[in-house]
């Protein structure tokens, strides 16, 4: 297994000391060594520790140093991590009209590199943006076109964002028990994979059910919430329409 994937999976499963303890290292082993794409994988991992720590500003300032190193290295591919980080910070700081423009800036080089999947990943994060500024119906066509291409492409991983997105649009048009049950769905969907939510993802779901709750009632959105995470997320996603 490579770094960036025993990386990763740590951080999917929400190990972050693992995975400061392994960028570290990677970090002085790839300064050592003069592999900037290896450095670039090291400090964007080190930023993700901080935006789950909730320390903003110093994600910033690792996936700024890693844009600094990726832009170095003439290497247009190395830019990719760093523009989807400093795209995240930017959301979860409130500043959102610079977060479309990060995003933005991150869907092209991704389109230019070849990666679909994370092309997808930001139109996702780009709909809770648009969903901040009051663009609902600009948020509902990014979460179903993202819904698309992860069932054509079959990209398990992408099940729980996905079913977490639908909850929100639900949420949003006021069906408010249809949306605690797709909430339950998304969470079992990230149990059964093993993985907690991205932070900022993370966030958002929280707030959902938070809205949830005072909107049904703790009890009724028990039921409804209980209910979603007990059906096949896949099957209920497919199935169901934004």
């Known amino acids: 297994m490579t770094f960036y994937e025993e990386a990763r999976d740590a951080f999917r499963r929400g190990d972050t000391a693992v995975v400061e303890r392994l960028s570290r290292r990677e970090l002085d082993r790839a300064r050592g060594a003069g592999d900037p794409a290896a450095e670039v994988d090291a400090l964007c991992m080190l930023a993700r520790v901080q935006v789950r720590g909730g320390d903003l500003a110093e994600a910033g300032r690792w996936a700024a140093q890693a844009r600094e190193v990726a832009d170095g290295s003439g290497e247009k591919r190395l830019g990719s991590g760093p523009a989807h980080l400093l795209a995240g910070v930017a959301t979860m700081s409130g500043d959102l009209e610079s977060a479309r423009v990060l995003i933005g800036e991150s869907v092209t080089l991704h389109e230019e590199i070849g990666d679909l999947r994370m092309v997808a990943v930001e139109h996702h994060n780009l709909g809770y943006v648009e969903l901040r500024l009051g663009h609902q ?97 896949r099957r209920a996603l497919a199935l169901l329409a934004f």
């Not at 992408?158 to 079913?163: A, D, F, S």
């Not at 949003?172 to 079992?188: C, E, K, P, T, Y």
């Open 137 to 233: 119906d600009r948020a509902r066509d990014l979460f179903a076109e993202v819904r698309a291409q992860a069932l054509a492409a079959d990209w398990p991983d992408m099940l729980p964002y996905v079913t977490a997105d639908a909850a929100v649009i639900a949420d949003a048009d006021g069906d408010h028990a249809r949306s605690a049950r797709l909430l339950g769905a998304a969470v079992g969907a990230y149990r059964a994979a093993g993985q907690i939510p991205d932070p900022d993802d993370a966030v958002e779901q929280d707030a959902l059910r938070e809205r949830l709750i005072a909107a049904l009632g703790a009890d009724v959105f028990d039921v409804e919430y209980t209910a979603g995470a007990a059906q096949d997320a």
